[in-house]
């Protein structure tokens, strides 16, 4: 049951049923990236960390992400975000940072 609420301030109980009609829920376009974004398929030119460094990553990460939920408070949140973004970093295989790196030296 959905409760809707009436300009006159009465609330009134419609149900929602899946074949009522058009939808009212918006829907959202899928989310593009830009052209270097990484797919699920994971294509090798996408990966550029390999190895032992996607799990000293992902551990890193993890103790990352463990240090900012004791810490707490801003110092706490920055752990977390670093700590999500290497974990992301070991779990994908790809690092944006370390591909501008080696265009720039080679």
Request: proline letters at 5%; one cysteine or more; charged letters at 15%.
């Amino acid at each position: 049951m959905v409760q809707t609420n009436q300009p006159q301030g009465n609330v009134t109980a419609t149900s929602a049923t899946p074949n009522a009609g058009p939808s009212t829920q918006a829907q959202t376009p899928p989310v593009k990236s830009g052209s270097s974004s990484v797919t699920k398929s994971g294509s090798s030119s996408d990966i550029n960390v390999t190895g032992m460094e996607r799990v000293a990553s992902v551990a890193g990460g993890a103790l990352l992400v463990g240090k900012g939920l004791r810490k707490g408070g801003l110092f706490g949140l920055i752990s977390l975000a670093m700590g999500g973004a290497a974990i992301y970093r070991g779990y994908t295989g790809h690092c944006e940072m370390k591909k501008k790196m080696m265009q720039k030296t080679g």
